[in-house]
Nanobody
Framework: QVQLVESGGGLVQAGASLRLSCAAS????????MGWFRQAPGKEREFVAA????????SYGNSVKGRFTISRDNGKNSVYLQMNSLKPEDTAVYYC?????????????????WGQGTQVTVSS
């Protein structure tokens, strides 16, 4: 298991940017595929972005493509989510997650370690 702690959430106006960070500890960070998910009140958890162990493969949910960018720094045991052109519908709790599978995945069921979440609120 790897322990994950998110940071960087907050309250911003529509059109603004935020950068979320996720710090990992425990097992070897570079052996995990990493992902970001989000959950808005009254809605199911939604896939946002994922990145492979080496960072050479990424994927995004349709609602954030072109606005959000996932990246990682294995030397710092961290993964990031740069969020630009934020919209009120991006308001949610954002979770960092880790998958121990050797292959790249973006399926929520494959992510077995989760952070506590960080709140992002976008006002109109």
């Amino acid at each position: 298991q790897v322990q994950l702690v998110e940071s960087g959430g907050g309250l911003v106006q529509a059109g603004a940017s935020l950068r979320l960070s996720c710090a990992a500890s425990g097992r070897i960070f570079s052996s995990y595929c990493m992902g970001w998910f989000r959950q808005a009140p009254g809605k199911e958890r939604e896939f946002v972005a994922a990145i492979s162990r080496t960072g050479d493969t990424t994927s995004y949910g349709n609602s954030v493509k072109g606005r959000f960018t996932i990246s990682r720094d294995n030397g710092k045991n961290s993964v990031y989510l740069q969020m630009n052109s934020l919209k009120p519908e991006d308001t949610a709790v954002y979770y960092c997650a880790a998958s121990p599978l050797r292959y790249y995945t973006s399926r929520e069921v494959d992510f077995t370690s989760w952070g506590q979440g960080t709140q992002v609120t976008v006002s109109s």
